[in-house]
């Protein structure tokens, strides 16, 4: 068996020395092999993406929520006005998958499918981002200026309460 590999080897390095050397034509591929060999690649590159992407899309990182959250506190404390939202994992998995079907061409029905999947996905980001606006502004905004201002003046109104009953007691 080691024989054979070895003879394989030294007829590559012979056909190669030859077409070097002695200006013999290599061997032409044929553009269809060609176009296959495109598709395969970027078929064996969009199956290694669609499983990181997957995998973010069902166990979302918790790492990178807590990241850009810190970078918003400290953008807010220096005064910048930077508003980084957290990629949604639909949107990052939309944009896989559309670019993916794109690279592959749109003439085949798996590539047509990445397409739609893409844009799917892509309008569930956007729908989620909407969410987090309409939450933040309807839900969280109220409760903070509850927190921050209406909480704070009963509590200050209640140790002038309290130090006018003391006093007068």
Known sequence: MAFAGLKKQ?????????????????TKLDLDFVEMERKTDVTCELVEELQTKTKEFLQPNPTARAKMAAVKGISKLSGQAKSNTYPQPEGVLGDCMLLYGKKLGEDTVFSQCLIEMGEA?????????????????????PLHHLQTKDLKEVMVRKLILIDHLTSHS
């Open 10 to 26: 030294i007829n590559k390095a012979n056909q190669y020395v030859t077409e070097k050397m002695g200006g013999a034509e290599g």
């Open 121 to 141: 996905l892509k309008q569930m980001a956007d729908v989620k981002y909407s969410l987090d606006d309409n939450i933040k502004q309807s839900f969280l905004e």
